[in-house]
């Protein structure tokens, strides 16, 4: 990429205000899932039973919980699990979605049209419906609930990529491919899939946040992340598990619920507004519309 590209698509993100901000938030939120636990680690854990349901305080910025542990550090402990399950549930949807997309939009013919309805189909059902039933079907766990929610994006990505391919497919160079012999997987790999690239990374970001909702409403129903008692507490807290707690108690410590659902929130935030910058630096065009209906 010339710098001249490399500048442009700078200045077309810095352009938007919700990019810049949503950047901003996922440095922010990147950072302290990676200082999390060794830095408030200790306080999400302890218990403190003189301190039970302690009101907001100086010490305790929203308060603390049944058992005393303070919930703000709690919350910000449970960055690093929630990220983690979001970003491996979308590695699995894109990963998956986009392998299958891609080989019905080479298989052509009547293979693609029934892999076309197959899609349609299971793009149909509700995600947190077939996530709850592929846990069912797996046991309970951080694990399962990554693969299940992966699952359930996976269509999306299918019929992204099927419909892109099918756009890109008609066009000059997949033509000229077709002429000098290459097989229809090396024009799907090469030709197709490498100029709808820009589309998939900004779905990727755009689906974070609601893979993010997704695993943590399995933890909050209990199917997620089982959280441990002891030394590994700290490696096995999530928003989901933190929302669940906090609902449970919310007349005591209503902060308890208010806290993880602020983060989910702001994180779904950051990387929507992340992901609508990223559509603008690949396609300069909607910043030209923007600037042309301000005007």
Request: charged fraction near 15%; include cysteine; hydrophobic fraction near 50%.
């Amino acid at each position: 990429m010339s710098g001249r590209r490399k500048q442009a698509r700078i200045r077309a993100l810095l352009s938007t205000p919700t990019g810049v901000v949503g950047l901003l938030l996922l440095v922010g939120l990147v950072v302290v899932a990676i200082v999390g636990p060794s830095t408030w680690g200790d306080k999400a854990t302890a218990s403190d039973y003189l301190n039970l349901f302690a009101p907001r305080s100086a010490d305790h910025p929203l308060g603390t919980d049944g058992a005393g542990r303070d919930l703000l550090a709690r919350t910000l402990v449970g960055t690093r699990l929630s990220l983690l399950l979001a970003t491996g549930s979308v590695l699995i949807a894109a990963v998956v979605g986009i392998a299958i997309g891609a080989a019905v939009a080479a298989a052509g013919g009547r293979v693609q049209r029934f892999g076309s309805t197959v899609i349609d189909t299971w793009l149909g059902f509700p995600s947190i419906l077939l996530s709850v039933l592929v846990v069912t079907v797996l046991e309970r766990g951080a694990g399962a609930a990554t693969v299940a929610i992966g699952l359930s994006f996976a269509p999306f990505f299918a019929r992204l990529t099927l419909t892109s391919a099918a756009a890109v497919a008609g066009r000059d160079f997949v033509a000229a491919g077709r002429l000098l012999g290459l097989s229809r997987l090396r024009i799907i790999r090469r030709y197709i899939l490498g100029n709808i690239a820009d589309s998939l990374v900004v779905a990727v970001f755009s689906t974070f946040g609601q893979c993010l909702v997704a695993v943590s409403a399995l933890s909050f129903l209990g199917l997620g992340v089982q959280p441990e008692v002891g030394a590994q507490e700290r490696y096995t807290i999530d928003w989901g598990v933190l929302l669940d707690q906090g609902v449970k108690n919310f007349r005591d410590a209503p902060a308890g619920a208010l806290g993880p659902a602020f983060a989910i929130a702001v994180a779904g935030l950051a990387f929507g507004w992340f992901g609508d910058g990223l559509a603008r630096i690949f396609n300069p065009r909607l910043t030209v519309r923007r600037k042309a209906g301000d005007s």
